[in-house]
DNA sequence: TATCTTCTGCGTATGGTCTACGCATTAAAG
DNA sequence: CTTTAATGCGTAGACCATACGCAGAAGATA
């Protein structure tokens, strides 16, 4: 096997160490230092996950773990992995792009909602985990036979990576917020607004009195904003591919 | 002054304290404490900056720091802030929307290069420090008058400023472990799609091999992908915005 | 002027964090 | 049976944020 060359990192995720056969046998198994972790930190939010906290978990003692791990952000990067899960239906064979990459942004929205802590969880650098690979193949996958180069592909995937992200991120921080002083998410953000208000009282700020004083008519749909920037992005690709099937059809 | 109802943190930021009149002067101002905070982040990095490190930058002892913020949470927040600084030049007359959005766009990561510790500090909540609703005021401005609604507004330069600080983390997250591994961001490239060929030889992943086996003619502009990804965003926003004014030119 | 009141800086202490190092034990390989 | 390597873990070091309380400074008040 090329399992030489990469990185101790890598190869653990892949679960391509080699036979650890002479000692006595480990009494657990990577898997479950993983499992423990993503316990902790579901139950308790990610500041809760320190190596002493997962340890006890599992009944043994601290250093134990560096025994599976190299190190706590090795850890981390693997609880992401394994809490993030495969992604969705790849696109079927009649399928559109459109459709199919929505479904990955969605999935992308799902799993962060269904594990909160990860987004709070630093990236490293560009995906290699095998979860994250599969995600990866997933969203290429979406995205064949458009005309759309190489570089343009991966682009496009982590701009609605990229998006979903992001408001995942911001709509969990408010309702997090919101949660924590015991309040609904509408009370925040009125509490919002009106601070804003406060604060832009004395100084010009012509765009933001604009935007206060057009009432919102509430809209009930808690999603409605992340569709609506998902469609933004969407659209904005299919811009691109639309002009591209025009001008020239063979893909480049 | 109706600086009551305010949380603490937004009294601070915004310089609505009541006058300390009463005891022996302070010898330092919360600017100073601030600026020292974003001096520790700039030359040695965001794990840097401990309070104790802070206060031994000013010359003062751990804890008096405790008597200009709250929290170093808050601290965090307020070095934001001011690292950040105000937003470039606001839209003018005649300018349209689009270039004024690109350009709110660019000044985010233009922003987040000049200092990159900034991305790591995680994000408390909607922006509210004066910096962060100047900028708010310019995002605002440069969609007026384009038919958008409220939360269209609020949405469209959310989506911005996501992609913006989603694509300057990414590229300086791989910046930094080529800086580390005292390599070019090139050669760490070329090493990350070497480790992906690698775990993906064995399993089935068409459309990755099909990416890899594209030889990407290597665009030397480092900012092609950026601008890319923006034009997409812009490019669907226009969608939007040029449908509204065909259809219902009163703006809703 | 003398006292009161409040605010300052800071010393101490608590309870946490990650992880380097080394040691005794265990179990497979030769 | 000896060799050898891997295991679990105890200890310790070097950090971290911050709660608490105290001595002293200086404006407010009598």
């Keep these: 096997m090329a399992d030489e060359e990469l990185p101790e990192n890598i190869a653990l995720a892949w679960g391509l160490r080699d036979r650890p056969s002479r000692g ?5 198994s990577l898997e479950q230092v993983v499992a423990a972790g993503i316990q902790v930190a579901q139950a308790e939010g990610l500041p809760a996950v320190s190596m002493s906290r997962v340890a006890s978990e599992l009944g043994v003692s601290t ?9 706590k952000h090795d850890l981390l990067d693997l609880m ?3 809490a993030f899960g495969p992604p969705p239906q790849p696109r079927a064979p009649g399928e559109g792009w459109r459709p199919a990459l929505a479904r ?4 992308h929205l799902t799993a962060l909602r269904r ?3 990860i987004r709070h969880v630093p990236i490293n650098g560009a995906p290699i985990n095998p979860n994250q690979v599969r995600w990866l193949e997933y969203g290429l996958h979406a995205l064949r036979g458009t005309g759309l180069r190489a570089t343009e592909r991966i682009s496009t995937i ?5 998006y979903a992200r992001s408001w995942a991120t911001l709509s969990l921080d408010l309702a997090e917020a919101a949660a924590r002083s015991g309040q ?3 009370e925040v953000g009125m509490r919002y ?3 804003l208000t406060v604060v832009t009282a004395p100084g010009p700020y012509p765009a933001i009195h604009e935007l206060l004083t057009e009432t919102g008519d509430e809209d009930d749909d808690e999603d409605a904003e992340w569709r609506f920037g998902l469609g933004r992005v969407l659209d904005g690709v299919e811009v691109l591919i639309e002009s591209r099937a025009t001008q020239d059809p063979a893909g480049r």
Excluded: A, F, I
């Design 193 to 195: 607004w009106r601070n």
């Design 184 to 186: 609904t998410p509408d």
């Design 24 to 28: 006595p046998k480990r009494s657990l």
């Design 104 to 107: 990955w942004g969605e999935g």
């Design 80 to 82: 992401v992995d394994t």
């Design 115 to 117: 594990q909160p802590w």
């Design 158 to 162: 982590m701009l609605v990576n990229g």
């Design 63 to 71: 250093m134990s773990l560096y025994r599976y791990v190299p190190t």
